[in-house]
């Protein structure tokens, strides 16, 4: 299936094909540059009522921070963040997680992503929660050193 077409599946209700297509896009976007050109429609999937559709959206838009020459990421940045403040504790877990695959490559966006985790209000979340996204942001950031 070409990319486009996989694309098409990340939307689509049946969450089980979604998640499949997800693994699989990502996958790609670990081998090739074949979704790069699809970073601002990423940045847009963030912005989906549907948490899972912003999850899978701000993965794909951090797997392709190895191959942004044309600094997609660093304009597309602040607006893919706002999911730090997801009301779903899982969105903002995987999202923390994501962006272990830009700090490789994108060392000049570290200050702005410290200063969005480090302002992130924890309190929102159920008590067991906050100690595992205090985790994963103490991971994230431990990466940025």
Same mark, same amino acid.
């Given at each position: 299936m070409k990319p486009d077409s996989l694309l098409a599946v990340l939307t689509q209700k049946d969450t089980k094909q979604a998640y499949g297509t997800l693994l699989e896009l990502e996958r790609i976007s670990e081998e090739t540059d074949d979704l790069y050109p699809f970073t601002e429609q990423f940045t847009e999937?963030? !912005? &989906?009522? !549907? $948490? !899972?559709? #912003?999850? #899978?959206?701000? #993965?794909?838009? =951090?797997?392709?921070? @190895? $191959?942004?020459?044309?600094?997609?990421? &660093? @304009? =597309?940045? &602040? #607006?893919?963040l706002v999911i730090l403040e997801d009301e779903k504790p899982t969105a903002v877990r995987q999202a923390l997680a994501a962006l272990l695959d830009v700090v490789p490559y994108k060392r000049e966006l570290w200050p702005a992503i410290r200063q969005r985790v480090e302002a992130m209000d924890l309190t929102r979340y159920k008590d067991s929660m906050s100690p595992l996204i205090e985790k994963d942001i103490q991971r994230l950031l431990n990466a940025m050193q």
């Open positions: 999937m963030v !912005a &989906d009522k !549907a $948490w !899972a559709i #912003r999850c #899978r959206g701000f #993965r794909l838009f =951090c797997k392709q921070a @190895r $191959w942004d020459e044309d600094g997609v990421i &660093d @304009r =597309c940045l &602040d #607006r893919a």
